[in-house]
């Protein structure tokens, strides 16, 4: 006897339970009744694409339960098939609604129950009738089963909703190095780096840089290998971090990780950990969407101690940030190590290029991972194909402001970033401006303005405003001859006001005398002044307001 189709399976469950495996199946049941919801439910479910799609992210044990139905045609006795696979809590609609079996199923059956993809029917079958699991038998025909997944496979395949919204790999971390290779050599306080919009945190930068030897141990940018690494084609300086990355044991995940405090001197094998990671990921089908949520949780059953040396879950000092609670026990271990984990697949292995995420929306964080094109070439450090040219040039304005495109040579904008002062960034460009402080900062660091004309002839893309060329070339020479200030001035009625005020103590707040009447105060004298005023006979007041 052949088992049921769908529509029967289906047929008689009220319309929570169909929204709930609408809802598994990423399917909109937007129906106002039964009637309506179970032709709609149906049809979305027998799309052979979808189905396979749902089929092929189910774990393994939920997988093995449709391989040993299929390979009983669709049919075991119900007694048996829940032996092995678990059993359906029975429950009523309230319970159910409540307790949310469907996103927490208990086993392997209870979890297929929930997708709809098994059902239970009294069967009139030799030797005599019985309660049987059943695939039904439209869906059946539809399904490609998979075989069993190697033991060494960590995890799932990504379901639909997890990837959603796609996070592609980029090589904007050979752009953010410049800049903060410009900004250490400035000496700039890191919090004037505009890196809000960034995908990877500046410490996890100056660690990545250090860890490529761009840096030597007080985060100063080492002359020659920076040099090397802004001058190399983009493919060349992206596999240069790559591969620095792989092999370092500096750069260390664990003490990375936000929102914790680390004490003691206990010490972390950050390359080990990172290498056992990989193994792991290694043995993953390749050019598949992977659960993120699913490895993760794979790796806690299979492999916990990936970075505790013989299990220890006690002598590492690791406590929230703000807070007096320590994270000790393996009942911490997703806060820890399963954090590394998730920080390692979304962080440097996206950020360096090896693997693209993807997420349920825009607003949340990667939650499936899958290896980017240029992956098989950065794991044999080797650099990728694909990655655009540095062919841009430098707009310069009369007003003395830079825009330097994002695909302007690095070192390039290295150089100029010397020389100017930084008006922040787009995803397209870096705005820049020449001012006559960030010209003798550079000249401290013995940088010359004949110089950065130079570089302004060379990389520009039409002749440069000759009234800026002049404005350098005569600050080489004669440095500032303008300047804004704010000032306070005193105002007398009388000239001999201001002779009186000269013979006593306050007058050393007496400053540039703009005319016989008026003159500059030096900062703090307001008070003083009026107080020398009116112990000579004079009143005088006070028109500076709250900036005073």
């Not at 996103?103 to 079958?125: H, K, S, V």
């Not at 090896?354 to 950065?378: K, Q, Y």
């Not at 008070?527 to 005088?540: F, K, M, S, T, V």
Request: one cysteine or more.
């Amino acid at each position: 006897m052949p088992p049921p189709d769908l529509l029967h399976t289906l047929h008689g469950r009220d319309l929570g339970f169909l929204k709930m495996v609408a809802g598994l199946w990423g399917s909109e049941l937007d129906a106002p009744n039964v009637r309506t919801a179970l032709p709609m439910l149906t049809r979305a479910m027998l799309n052979p694409e979808l189905a396979n799609e749902i089929v092929g992210v189910l774990p393994v044990a939920a997988q093995d339960a449709l391989t040993a139905l299929a390979e009983h045609g669709g049919l075991i006795p119900w007694a048996q098939f829940t032996r092995t696979y678990g059993e359906v809590r029975s429950m009523g609609a309230a319970r159910r609604d409540r307790e949310r079996p469907d996103l927490n199923p208990r086993t392997p059956a209870e979890m297929l129950w929930y997708y709809g993809l098994i059902g239970q029917a009294f069967l009139d079958t030799p030797p005599e009738p019985q309660q049987y699991a059943y695939l039904p038998g439209d869906l059946f025909s539809l399904l490609e089963i998979p075989e069993h997944r190697p033991a060494n496979v960590l995890g799932r395949p990504a379901s639909p909703g997890e990837t959603a919204h796609l996070i592609l790999v980029t090589d904007r971390v050979l752009d953010h190095a410049c800049t903060l290779l410009a900004a250490l050599r400035l000496g700039l306080p890191l919090d004037q780096i505009q890196s809000t919009r960034w995908d990877i945190p500046l410490p996890n930068l100056k660690a990545l840089l250090f860890a490529a030897g761009l840096l030597d141990a007080n985060d100063l940018p080492l002359p020659e290998p920076v040099r090397h690494f802004l001058e190399a084609p983009r493919p060349q300086a992206l596999a240069q971090l790559a591969g620095a990355w792989l092999h370092s044991p500096t750069y260390n995940e664990l003490r990375l990780l936000p929102g914790l405090s680390f004490e003691g001197d206990w010490a972390n094998d950050a390359l080990q950990a990172r290498t056992r990671i990989l193994e792991h990921l290694s043995q993953l089908p390749q050019y598949s969407w992977w659960s993120l949520a699913a490895f993760t949780a794979a790796i806690r059953e299979r492999d916990p101690d990936f970075q505790r040396p013989a299990g220890d879950y006690d002598s590492w000092f690791i406590r929230r940030a703000g807070t007096d609670q320590f994270l000790r026990g393996f009942a911490t271990w997703d806060e820890v190590d399963g954090e590394v984990v998730r920080s390692l697949i979304r962080g440097p292995l996206h950020w360096l290029g090896f693997l693209d995420l993807a997420a349920p929306d825009p607003n949340v964080p990667g939650a499936a991972f899958r290896p980017s094109t240029w992956a098989a070439e950065l794991w044999m450090e080797h650099a990728p194909g694909g990655l655009a040219a540095e062919e841009g040039q430098v707009s310069v304005h009369s007003n003395g402001q830079l825009d330097v495109p994002r695909l302007v040579q690095r070192a390039v904008r290295y150089q100029l970033a010397r020389f100017t002062a930084w008006l922040g960034e787009d995803d397209a460009a870096y705005p820049f401006r020449i001012t006559p402080e960030s010209l003798e900062r550079a000249r401290q660091q013995g940088l010359r303005v004949t110089q950065l004309i130079g570089l302004l002839k060379k990389h520009t893309s039409g002749p440069l405003p000759p009234a800026l060329i002049q404005a350098l070339e005569r600050w080489e020479q004669h440095g500032t001859e303008a300047a804004l200030e704010k000032v306070q001035l005193l105002r007398v009625t009388r000239p001999e006001i201001l002779a009186a005020l000269r013979k006593v103590r306050a007058s050393r707040f007496l400053g540039e005398e703009i005319s016989p009447t008026v003159v500059v105060l030096r900062p703090g004298g307001a008070d003083a002044i009026l107080q020398a005023l009116a112990e000579l006979g004079y009143l005088g007041e006070s028109r500076l307001g709250t900036d005073v």
